[in-house]
T-cell receptor, first 109, second 115 residues
Framework: GNSVTQMEGPVTLSEEAFLTINCTYTATGYPSLFWYVQYPGEGLQLLLKATKADDKGSNKGFEATYRKETTSFHLEKGSVQVSDSAVYFCALATGKLIFGQGTTLQVKP | SAVISQKPSRDICQRGTSLTIQCQVDSQVTMMFWYRQQPGQSLTLIATANQGSEATYESGFVIDKFPISRPNLTFSTLTVSNMSPEDSSIYLC????????????FGPGTRLLVL
């Protein structure tokens, strides 16, 4: 069946460090892929998306590239800030959204 | 995107009671969904709220426990019936503006604690 696997958290980084959160998926066909972010006490916000192979989604300094050959959609940011502390969810769409388990990011000043 | 509001934002309820959560969107949308997020967990789809017909429930969720209404293209309700402490979760609605667009936008969530 369709599924999404994210790296275990929490991920703890110092401000201005480089961020990678790994996401791999299993799906039939060519699903659209998403990253959502959930700040403490809030709902989910769409961070970025990609709809086909080799597409790069980007927003607020975050990027992710749809890699069909490795079935991956890793999230990266060159320099994190304390305000990026949140839970990040990778998801795929195959008629409905299927979420990974979420990765907590803590950025320390 | 879409502006989505939910009421209540949080509640504390006694076991055996029911709570109805409202989801309002600022424009007409084709698809509305209800999710549950248990403490420290990911999101699980409860059902798709269909306008003018019965909701479509996912495996493990039933209409008697989670009745859903969708009277028009901007509004939906989810009721959590006969609550137990295991129902303590965040309940989120989401919308897809156009069918097949696949991008979903989420409301702020309703934080429910059942004692």
């Amino acid at each position: 069946g369709n599924s999404v696997t994210q790296m275990e958290g929490p991920v703890t980084l110092s401000e201005e460090a480089f961020l990678t959160i790994n996401c791999t998926y299993t799906a039939t066909g060519y699903p659209s892929l998403f990253w959502y972010v959930q700040y403490p006490g809030e709902g989910l916000q769409l961070l970025l998306k990609a709809t086909k192979a080799d597409d790069k989604g980007s927003n607020k300094g975050f990027e992710a590239t749809y890699r069909k050959e490795t079935t991956s959609f890793h999230l990266e940011k060159g320099s994190v800030q304390v305000s990026d502390s949140a839970v990040y969810f990778c998801a795929l769409a195959t008629g409905k959204l299927i979420f990974g388990q979420g990765t907590t990011l803590q950025v320390k000043p | 995107s879409a502006v989505i509001s939910q009421k209540p934002s949080r509640d504390i309820c006694q076991r055996g009671t029911s709570l109805t959560i409202q989801c309002q969107v600022d424009s007409q949308v084709t698809m509305m969904f209800w999710y549950r997020q248990q403490p420290g967990q990911s999101l699980t789809l409860i059902a798709t709220a269909n306008q003018g017909s019965e909701a479509t429930y996912e495996s493990g969720f039933v209409i008697d426990k989670f009745p859903i209404s969708r009277p028009n293209l901007t509004f939906s309700t989810l009721t959590v019936s006969n609550m137990s402490p295991e129902d303590s979760s965040i309940y989120l609605c989401s919308v897809e503006r156009l069918a097949g667009q696949e991008t979903q936008y989420f409301g702020p969530g309703t934080r429910l604690l059942v004692l």
